[in-house]
């Protein structure tokens, strides 16, 4: 049962530089989630998606754009990279959008920005 | 807006330790809460969760329970091992957030010796 699964692991990437980190889940899972983690801080959203088709900024969403175009994958494009990208970043997901649902995530992508 | 906060880290302990973490939040409407461990090199883990007031959530001898009247909910365990080692963070998910997303305090790092 591989729950959420992101790639790659780890990236170290130049300036201005783009890339696209994966993210794809197996338990047919409706909303999908990105987060990034700065050092000593929780997560912050950056963007989510509730359904295939559908997606909406979070509350750090500059520099980043996301695509759902089926259930299972939702990845992140960073079109320009900057320094202030350099974090990890978390993709989750949740059945639904019910307050209790938890949230599963992936084991997370280290993104270095030199 | 909703936010959460958390005692400040990191928490050392030895074996056997009586641990609490202490966790409050605001919220404008009635969220769920949950406690997530992130262990080194991982993702978040749900450890357990609570969706009503009075609930007492439990998982692995960790133990928390939603108090409204003090907006909190701590979390705690009455003996420790090495293997709790690990960052905690408290979160909370109210529908009246976008995407029903959630919503992080910092994370407290506890490390236990033996």
């Known amino acids: 049962n591989a729950g959420v699964t992101q790639t790659p692991k780890f990236r170290i990437l130049k300036i201005g530089q783009s890339m696209t980190l994966q993210c794809t889940q197996d338990?047919?899972?409706?909303?999908m989630y990105w987060y990034r983690q700065d050092p000593g801080m929780g997560l912050k959203l950056i963007y989510y998606?509730?359904?295939?088709?559908?997606?909406d900024k979070g509350e750090v969403p500059n520099g980043y754009n996301v695509s759902r175009s089926t259930t299972e994958d939702f990845p992140l494009r960073l079109e320009l990279a900057a320094p202030s990208q350099t974090s990890v970043y978390f993709c989750?997901?949740?059945?639904?959008?019910?307050?209790?649902?938890?949230?599963?995530f992936g084991d997370g992508t280290r993104l270095s920005i030199l | 807006g909703d936010s959460v906060t958390q005692m400040e880290g990191p928490v050392t302990l030895s074996e056997e330790a009586f641990l609490t973490i202490n966790c409050t939040y605001t919220?404008?409407?009635?969220?769920?809460l949950f406690w997530y461990v992130q262990y080194p090199g991982e993702g978040l883990q749900l450890l357990l969760k609570?969706?009503?007031?009075?609930d007492k959530g439990s998982n692995k001898g960790f133990e928390a329970t939603y108090r409204k009247e003090t907006t909190s909910f701590h979390l705690e365990k009455g003996s420790v091992q090495v293997s709790d080692s690990a960052v905690y963070f408290c979160?909370?998910?109210?529908?009246?957030?976008?995407?029903?997303?959630?919503?992080f305090g910092k994370g407290t790092t506890l490390s236990v010796s033996s």
């Open positions: 989750a997901s949740s059945y639904s959008g019910d307050s209790n649902q938890p949230q599963h």
């Open positions: 338990m047919n899972h409706n909303y």
């Open positions: 998606s509730v359904g295939a088709g559908i997606t």
């Open positions: 919220a404008t409407g009635y969220p769920s």
């Open positions: 609570a969706t009503k007031a009075d």
């Open positions: 979160a909370l998910s109210d529908q009246a957030q976008a995407g029903t997303a959630l919503i």
